[in-house]
């Protein structure tokens, strides 16, 4: 994008940096969390092992006022991320709406002047259509599964996985570009073909144009979360992770074999249901059909 300048100060809207990741293959973006830590309590959450009592979501001081201090320090065509490391439609967005009053800013700002990515895995984004409809955006929503008992031990606060779908279908009949972020994959867990088919089929059955796909990384508390959840697999995560894995920037990933045969699983299921397909973190550009990885390239 023509115009950045990485070295602007800004508070609240920083540029997206993904752990400086050669495996990353984001365009590049602006980051804005409207809360701090969250509510969803998903077990392989990456961002509570870098903010302190995550799982204890409050407001941010200013946040709004310093959203829209920076906002006019940005070039026209940025592209916003809401949000790389909370969800801005979590049970708090309900009582204070952070996040429907930063589209309003936005909005104000001129439908046309920033890009704005939505990441998130609640239904409650339906609320904001009215506003979504006037901005340049696109919603990405999560799906690990669509099994809702296992959905429920994985993401215990989120909304169902057929809500988000419910979701999904309201927002493509209002016109608004979507995408399914199947991610993480979870070996022994959601890794199997008929976990992965349903996600994509139900997605693709709601109109949604790409499925982005990561596997999950280890980090120590993410790992304490899975393991007491499901005792029975720690032996094998361990395996796989620990013996068998590799250690990339205090992450534990999969090896690059195992990675890429779950992620060429999603993206061959994304051919038969007729999605396009990217991946995450993965570092496999060679096998995205999609025009960026995260998404943002279906903002229109
Ligand atoms: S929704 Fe995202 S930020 Fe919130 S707990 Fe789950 S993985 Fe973490």
Partial sequence: MEGVNRNVKTYVVNPFDPWKSKLCTCPFKYSFNPYTGCS?????????????????????????????????????GSVIEISSSTD???????????????????LKMGRKKFKVLIVTKSNLVKRDIDLLREIKV???????????????????????????????????????????RLDPVIPFLTDSVENLEEVVKEASAAGVSQIISSTYKVKKDNFERMVKAFPELEKRWRKTYFVEGVKIKNYHYLNK???????????????????????????????QTALTCDGSGLIK
């Fill in 88 to 106: 801005p439609y979590q049970l708090l967005e309900e009582r204070n709406q952070v996040t429907r009053r930063s589209l309003e800013v936005l």
């Fill in 40 to 76: 969803h309590g998903c077990l392989y959450c990456y961002s509570s092992s870098y903010i302190k009592s995550f799982f204890r979501p409050r407001n941010k001081l200013n946040a709004l006022s310093l959203f829209k201090r920076d906002l006019l320090k940005l070039p026209a």
């Fill in 138 to 180: 696109a919603v990405t929503v999560t799906i690990t599964t669509m099994n809702q008992e296992l959905a429920k031990k994985l993401e215990p606060f989120a909304p169902p996985p057929y809500k988000r779908i419910e979701a999904l279908k309201e927002l493509k009949e209002n016109s608004i570009p979507t995408a399914v």
């Fill in 257 to 287: 074999q195992l990675r890429r045969k779950i992620i060429l699983t999603v993206k061959k299921l994304t051919e038969r249901y007729n999605v396009k397909f990217s991946s995450c973190r993965e570092g496999f550009q060679d096998l």
